[in-house]
């Protein structure tokens, strides 16, 4: 069972250049969501999906945009990369909506925008 | 807002010896907590988590964590800490009136030698 898969793992980017990060996973988890994680912030949400067909806006959306086709997938658009965007980004996964439930995470991409 | 305060960046300890990293929330409603711990180079994974009921709670690899209401806090422990226990250590928040986000302390990296 491989849980939650991302690709790429890591990816050096020009500014302003388009890039979609991937995440699958298998678990037939109905949430997911997009972390980043910086140096001394922790992680931060981006956006996430309760939902096939729904998302939302988390804490820093800006520069963002997600969708959720169907169940397994939730990528991640970067419409024009700036370097603030440096970051490594996590996806997760829970089966409901429940404050209590358990996130998953995948092993994340390391994102490098010049 | 609510907020997760973890007021210690970087811990080292000797292996064999006994650890605490602290954890401080601002939530209005009763929360949810969690610990979350990342090896180096990996996704995060849940350690232990708080509901409802006794204030001690038992984790995987021998952690447990008290939720102390009149303090905001829920501490980690482990009584005697192994080379293997180096990682970073994440507290997080949630509530029923969050959905399934949570929110995410600034994480302290723990060094242990020998």
């Known amino acids: 069972i491989a849980g939650i898969t991302q690709a790429p793992t890591s990816q050096i980017l020009a500014a302003g250049r388009r890039m979609t990060l991937r995440c699958t996973q298998d678990?037939?988890?109905?949430?997911m969501y997009w972390y980043r994680q910086d140096l001394g912030l922790g992680l931060r949400l981006i956006h996430y999906s309760n939902t096939a067909g729904t998302t939302g806006k988390g804490e820093v959306p800006d520069g963002y945009s997600v969708s959720r086709a169907n169940t397994d997938d939730f990528p991640l658009t970067l419409a024009s990369a700036v370097p603030s965007q440096t970051s490594v980004y996590f996806c997760?996964?829970?089966?409901?909506?429940?404050?209590?439930?358990?996130?998953?995470f995948g092993p994340g991409t390391r994102l490098t925008v010049l | 807002a609510q907020s997760v305060t973890q007021p210690d960046i970087h811990i080292t300890v000797s292996e064999g010896a006994s650890l605490e990293l602290r954890c401080n929330y601002s939530y209005g409603a009763t929360p949810y907590l969690f610990w979350y711990v990342q090896s180096p180079g990996q996704g995060l994974q849940l350690l232990l988590k708080?509901?409802?009921?006794?204030?001690l709670v038992q984790g995987i690899k021998g952690f447990e964590a008290e939720f102390k209401r009149s303090q905001s806090s829920f501490n980690l422990r482990k009584p005697s800490v192994h080379w293997s226990d180096a990682a970073e250590y994440f507290c997080?928040?949630?509530?029923?009136?969050?959905?399934?986000?949570?929110?995410f302390g600034q994480g302290t990296e723990l060094s242990v030698k020998p």
């Open positions: 678990m037939r988890h109905n949430a």
């Open positions: 708080y509901f409802s009921g006794d204030t």
């Open positions: 997080a928040v949630g509530a029923d009136n969050q959905g399934g986000k949570l929110i």
């Open positions: 997760a996964s829970s089966a409901g909506t429940s404050g209590r439930g358990e996130q998953f």
